[in-house]
């Protein structure tokens, strides 16, 4: 899948500037809300400035290490199509390390 990261770090929901992690696709303008589904989302006031990012692009992953939050979250996705014209991209797995 031809991919890349967009990293948010103003992003709020829950937590003030807690930043997030977006796949994006190459192919077309992305579009839609932020979610747990297409993100990974941070979850400490402030922490969204901390955010370490990179694109292992060998399995087409985000890892994400959010310090704030004693993590580093591993996520793969996939794309999908549902034959109508709309298409999008959903998490195929994700892991998670706690420090």
């Known amino acids: 899948m031809a991919s890349s990261l967009s990293t948010r770090p103003h992003w709020s929901k829950n937590a003030i500037f807690a930043g997030a ?20 989302l941070g979850t400490t006031i402030g922490a969204g400035f901390r955010l370490n990012v990179t694109h292992d692009r060998l399995l ?8 704030a939050d004693k993590l580093v979250t591993f996520r793969a996705f996939s794309l ?7 298409t ?12």
């Open 21 to 40: 992690v977006t796949i994006m696709r190459n192919d077309a303008l992305s579009q839609g809300l932020l979610s747990s589904v297409n993100s990974v």
């Open 60 to 67: 087409d992953r985000a890892v994400v290490g959010r310090p």
């Open 80 to 86: 999908f199509a549902d034959g109508f014209g709309v």
């Open 88 to 99: 999008g991209i959903l998490a195929r797995y994700s892991s998670e390390l706690r420090r």
